[in-house]
């Protein structure tokens, strides 16, 4: 209870309310405490439903190894070797030797990059920032598809995920095609306001998106829809830039529609909230089986271990005497009131 408050050991900044938790933990019997400890479960139990989990992670920007590229400019290495092997990472913020999950979060197809981290004293010279960094013998940025112009991933130290994303990840290639370039025009206000209307009309993603999490969480996942559907999303993209969207074959257009027109997932419940009638049955995908798996059980203050709240532990002076008289005289207002059939304003 205290951890969901955010109250935890060896935490460094904390406001007033944690602080006092922290001190005086018998505050979780309170009525506000417990209100707002009801309302917090609330909100992380339908995030879990709706797959926002919380896992061992962190952002963090990617960048590349700077070194190989000062040896490169100023050594004049047209081969250089870099601080980084392929398959390592480097990223401070956790421990050497371990392998981590790096992805772009959210990622609409299968963008997984298992890697090793890596750091000695010479990486901690060069790679002075809390970024992750990638070695220029890997093909990481053509799998996550990122640019290092502030782009950012998804490092992942959970265990758990790292193995099933490495299961995963058997056999699956990079997603690569040729995208187009806009032909050459003269920027004026008329091609401005051109590109924002195409921008409006022609560069809805939401569609696309909710397609591709049909496929995912249908009966039978095809992930030659799903590559199909994640080209046309870049498309769609670019396209206010561009003016171009590729035109779909007619029996790749009848397999893609076999799937898109289902009802979204029935997690979209929790993720959007959906009506019933909006979403598809409870299935056997990942998804559904996650949020089946989020048991809302009620909360126990019985058992916390806890002694009985004391208000009296918050006052400067606990001299209880005027507040006895208070109460008293409330008491017999009250009762004279009830007599009179007046009632009394409650403080």
């Not at 601080?83 to 999950?101: A, K, M, P, R, W």
């Not at 993720?271 to 089986?289: I, L, Q």
Request: hydrophobic share 35%.
């Amino acid at each position: 209870m205290l951890d969901m408050f955010g109250v935890r050991k060896g935490r460094k900044t904390m406001n007033n309310f944690q602080k006092s938790l922290s001190i005086y933990p018998e505050l979780l019997e309170d009525t506000y405490t417990k209100h707002s400890l009801k309302q917090i479960k609330k909100k992380a139990t339908k995030e879990g439903k709706a797959g926002k989990l919380d896992i061992d992670c962190k952002y963090s920007f990617v960048c590349p190894d700077l070194y190989a590229f000062c040896e490169y400019l100023f050594l004049d290495n047209k081969s250089p070797s870099g601080l980084l092997n392929s398959g390592e990472v480097s990223f401070t913020e956790y421990e050497d030797g371990i392998e981590l999950d790096c992805l772009r979060s959210p990622h609409l197809y299968r963008e997984h990059a298992i890697r090793k981290n890596f750091h000695n004293q010479k990486t901690k010279e060069w790679f002075v920032t809390k970024g992750i960094y990638t070695s220029i013998h890997d093909p990481i940025s053509k799998i996550l598809m990122f640019d290092n112009d502030g782009d950012t991933l998804l490092v992942v130290r959970d265990q758990t995920i790292v193995q099933a994303a490495k299961r995963n990840m058997k056999g699956i290639v990079p997603l690569y095609y040729e995208m187009k370039k806009a032909d050459n025009h003269k920027i004026d206000s008329n091609m401005i306001y051109d590109g924002l209307v195409s921008a409006y009309t022609g560069g809805n993603i939401g569609v696309i998106s909710n397609d591709i999490t049909k496929v995912w969480n249908s009966e039978n996942i095809n992930l030659d829809v799903i590559k199909w559907e994640c080209m046309l999303n870049n498309f769609t993209i670019d396209y206010a830039k561009t003016l171009y969207k590729p035109t779909i074959p007619k029996e790749h257009k009848k397999t893609i529609s076999s799937y898109v027109k289902n009802k979204v997932p029935h997690f979209f419940l929790y993720a959007k909230d959906k009506e019933r009638d909006k979403v598809e049955n409870v299935n056997g995908s990942t998804m559904n089986r996650i949020s089946k798996s989020i048991v809302n059980k009620r909360m126990n203050f019985r058992k916390i271990n806890v002694e009985p709240f004391d208000y009296k532990m918050l006052m400067s002076n606990p001299n209880t005497e005027a507040i006895t008289k208070i109460s008293e005289y409330y008491t017999l207002l009250d009762q004279e009131n009830a007599v009179r059939g007046v009632k009394t304003v409650k403080l």
